[in-house]
């Protein structure tokens, strides 16, 4: 619950930053268009999240029989979703994916060095994350958050190439002022959306584990993950990694504040505490 909040309270600051940068920047014309232009674009990625995603990394789909897909049917059924589409990934780093507009709509995605190095209990740890993630919606929650911080990137934009709209009037005086907003406002937008991407990560964690019946298998099956993708990183496109079990490529010391997942160390100390 106290991250549904902190989600729902980071949207809120994340909308009421794209009114006050908006109207302050752009002014009304650059409001209206750079919201408009976000909406069209993270529609469409949102309503063509799975095929797009899917064929960007050559996942080939599975069916009754495969390992994946009959561990994926038992755990939806146990969460009380509908049976997901299931897909390969031909990669040796270990990872792993959820992906699709709702529940109906959902693809579970792995890589064949996820299914290589991790035993049932550790792959059912995993999938049942994934699979936390589409009973959440948390693809939705992520459109939303993309199209707004999307909005606060054009509309600074347009301040950049068109004086700043209304804010250049009062602030003409001091371009530094509108320089700081421009620079700052995409930064601050970028900051929350990563933040409501680690929130979803924790209760993601927290969901998969009710759903598999323990956190074990999932604190096992991170560890694995973590050392492997090291050791192999995977290749993958920054607009997606969010996406993964782990990030595929690591964020330290300033640069982690725009994670979009907590650090594995953490989200395991909260699994284990969350079984005791």
């Not at 009754?64 to 997901?84: C, K, T």
Request: charged share 15%; hydrophobic share 50%.
């Amino acid at each position: 619950m106290n991250n549904v909040v902190k989600t729902a309270l980071l949207l809120g600051v994340l909308s009421a930053l794209l009114i006050s940068i908006g109207g302050a920047l752009g002014g009304a014309q650059g409001m209206v268009f750079g919201f408009f232009f976000a909406v069209v674009t993270n529609f469409a990625s949102y309503w063509f999240s799975d095929k797009i995603v899917l064929r960007m990394y050559n996942a080939t789909e599975v069916g009754p029989g495969h390992r994946l897909y009959e561990m994926v049917g038992r755990l939806a059924q146990r969460g009380g979703l509908p049976q997901p589409r299931c897909y390969v990934i031909p990669d040796a780093s270990p990872n792993a994916f959820a992906t699709g507009r709702n529940p109906q709509h959902a693809a579970v995605a792995a890589t064949e060095g996820i299914l290589q190095i991790l035993n049932d209990d550790e792959l059912a740890g995993v999938l049942a994350h994934e699979l936390a993630h589409v009973k959440h919606r948390d693809i939705l929650i992520s459109s939303i958050a993309a199209t707004l911080a999307a909005a606060i990137m054009m509309i600074s934009r347009f301040a950049m190439f068109f004086g700043g709209g209304r804010s250049s009037d009062r602030e003409g005086s001091n371009p530094l002022a509108l320089i700081a907003r421009i620079i700052l406002a995409p930064v601050a937008a970028m900051l929350i959306q990563a933040a409501i991407s680690r929130s979803r990560e924790y209760d993601a964690d927290a969901g998969g584990a009710t759903i598999a019946g323990g956190p074990q298998g999932l604190v096992s099956a991170l560890k694995k993950i973590e050392a492997g993708s090291k050791m192999i990183p995977l290749d993958a496109n920054p607009a997606t990694a969010h996406m993964f079990i782990i990030k595929p490529f690591s964020a330290q010391g300033l640069l982690g504040l725009f994670s979009t997942h907590p650090p594995t160390e953490k989200r395991i100390q909260a699994l284990l505490q969350s079984g005791q």
